[in-house]
C-alpha cells in the first residue's frame, strides 16, 4: 500500500494547480477560484492512522478577496484555515473527504465595520 499521507498531499497539489476530479467538484473549486485572487493552499500538517485508511490534513488559504462569499470584490487579504479528514483505500484512490474551514469567521471579517 502506497503512503497515505503522500497521496493526500498529491491531491492537495493536483486539486489547487490543475482542477481535476468529479465534475461538481471541479465547478465549485472554478468558483471558489473566482472569487479569490492568488489563492494558495499551504498544508500546515497531515496525520494518518496506523493502517494508513485515514488521513486528517490541517491547512492555510490565503489570497485576495474578489468576492468571497458574497462580499464586495475588495482585494482585502483572505487567510482562512480548515481541517479535511480523508478514507484512502488499499489500492491508493481517496474514498471520502470532509472539510471544515473557518468560513464564517472569514466572512464576518470582510464584512465589519472599520
Same mark, same amino acid.
Not at 493502517?51 to 490534513?57: K, M, Y
Not at 462569499?69 to 480548515?82: F, K, L, N, S, V
Given at each position: 500500500?502506497?503512503?497515505?499521507?503522500?497521496?493526500?498531499? $498529491?491531491?492537495?497539489?493536483?486539486?489547487?494547480?490543475?482542477?481535476?476530479? !468529479?465534475?461538481?467538484?471541479?465547478?465549485?473549486?472554478?468558483?471558489?477560484?473566482?472569487?479569490?485572487?492568488?489563492?494558495?493552499?499551504?498544508?500546515?500538517?497531515?496525520?494518518?492512522?496506523?493502517?494508513?485508511?485515514?488521513?486528517?490534513?490541517?491547512?492555510?488559504?490565503?489570497?485576495?478577496?474578489?468576492?468571497?462569499?458574497?462580499?464586495?470584490?475588495?482585494?482585502?487579504?483572505? !487567510?482562512?484555515?480548515?481541517? $479535511?479528514?480523508?478514507?484512502?483505500?488499499?489500492?491508493?484512490?481517496?474514498?471520502?473527504?470532509?472539510?471544515?474551514?473557518?468560513?464564517?469567521?472569514?466572512? !464576518?471579517?470582510?464584512? !465589519?465595520?472599520?
Amino acid at each position: 500500500m502506497s503512503d497515505s499521507v503522500e497521496i493526500v498531499h $498529491a491531491f492537495w497539489e493536483q486539486c489547487w494547480k490543475t482542477i481535476t476530479g !468529479r465534475e461538481n467538484f471541479k465547478a465549485w473549486i472554478a468558483g471558489l477560484l473566482e472569487k479569490i485572487n492568488d489563492l494558495h493552499l499551504e498544508v500546515i500538517e497531515t496525520f494518518q492512522n496506523a493502517e494508513g485508511s485515514r488521513v486528517a490534513s490541517r491547512w492555510l488559504l490565503t489570497g485576495k478577496n474578489n468576492g468571497f462569499a458574497g462580499t464586495a470584490p475588495d482585494q482585502q487579504d483572505i !487567510r482562512m484555515t480548515g481541517t $479535511a479528514v480523508w478514507a484512502v483505500r488499499e489500492d491508493g484512490k481517496l474514498l471520502s473527504n470532509h472539510v471544515e474551514r473557518a468560513a464564517l469567521e472569514q466572512f !464576518r471579517r470582510l464584512t !465589519r465595520s472599520t
